[in-house]
């Protein structure tokens, strides 16, 4: 799991140097690893090459899966995926709002309980409350300067270090050993038309994309595309609601509240999943 720093480096000089398309042994010494050993690394951890990912991170790849009808219309519930891939739509996750008096007193008279975990996508904090998650953050920086984040927003919750059984069930989504009797209970803090944004987010399929106005269009929201850009930045469950599918509607990554190098390592790694699977 380590290996996503490495990886993260990589995507970021690619980035970088796209428009002069870099060689595998330009990309390799970027990160200090030779050709041989960066692209078994990379095919370790993505499932292809590092040539065949980057063909997912293409401004013209990123179009053409906006400009398919499903991956902007949320008609359907939760679609389904791949069995046994671990897939965020093979479960049934709901989204639980905070009462009006937790949401304006900052947590009063809850217990959040947090611990800190490794994925594929980096180093994270879980937190939880007795009714699910309400918190993933992702980090490259401190343990103490993560954890100074999640009590700023729980400023009067009693935090603990401790790993519960809400924290337990995305431990095993992310290790992809989750079974389909587990279900991934979210208890969210936020307005109701940010909780409204989040919920569309969790439609948008594994693998597809889609932009700022088609999920106002979706929430029956058409002029407030701005808005809607500021919720998906307030979301505090980082991968679990995947906000990171949502982009510019020229193509372009954007921005994302835990990097842009991870946002493209997700949505190149979601894609490579899906490609193999409909191949």
């Known amino acids: 799991m380590d290996h996503y720093k490495k990886i993260a480096s990589a995507i970021q000089f690619i980035q970088k140097h796209s428009t002069s398309q870099p060689e595998l042994e ?16 990379f095919t370790e951890w993505a499932g292809v090459s590092p040539k065949q990912f980057l063909q997912y991170l293409t401004l ?9 009808p499903e991956s ?24 639980e709002g905070m009462t009006p008096g937790e949401y304006k007193n900052g947590g009063e008279n809850l217990t959040i309980r947090y611990s800190f975990q490794k994925s594929d996508f ?17 980090y490259d920086i401190s343990k103490d300067q993560i954890l100074s984040e999640l009590y700023s927003q729980w400023n009067h919750a009693h935090l603990v270090q401790k790993q519960d059984e809400n924290q337990d069930r995305v ?24 909780i409204k944004v989040w919920e ?8 597809s994309l889609s932009s700022y106005s088609a999920i106002a269009n979706s929430i029956e929201q058409e002029n407030a595309s701005r808005a809607v850009g500021t919720a998906i930045g307030k979301n505090p469950v980082g991968y679990l609601i995947p906000c990171h599918r949502v982009i510019k509607n020229t193509g372009g990554i954007g921005e994302y509240r835990w990097g ?8 190149g790694w979601e894609r490579t999943k899906t490609e193999v699977f409909q191949t």
């Not at 330009?26 to 690394?41: D, M, W, Y």
């Not at 902007?72 to 989204?95: N, P, Q």
């Not at 431990?171 to 940010?194: A, E, N, P, V, Y």
């Open 60 to 68: 013209q790849n990123a179009k053409s899966i906006l400009s398919k």
């Open 26 to 41: 330009e990309i390799a010494k970027s990160v200090n690893l030779s050709p041989f050993h960066f692209q078994r690394l």
């Open 200 to 207: 569309a987010l969790l439609k948008i399929p594994e693998g």
């Open 72 to 95: 902007t219309l949320f008609d359907a519930a939760f679609e389904t995926g791949l069995s046994g891939t671990g897939r965020l739509h093979d479960l049934f996750v709901k989204i």
């Open 260 to 267: 842009s190098e991870r946002k493209a390592a997700m949505i």
């Open 171 to 194: 431990i095993r989504f992310f290790d992809k050993t989750l079974t389909d009797r587990d279900k991934i209970k979210l208890h969210m803090r936020g307005t109701d038309f940010q």
């Open 122 to 138: 980096g180093d994270y904090l879980v937190a939880s409350t007795e009714k699910g998650i309400c918190n993933l953050y992702f």
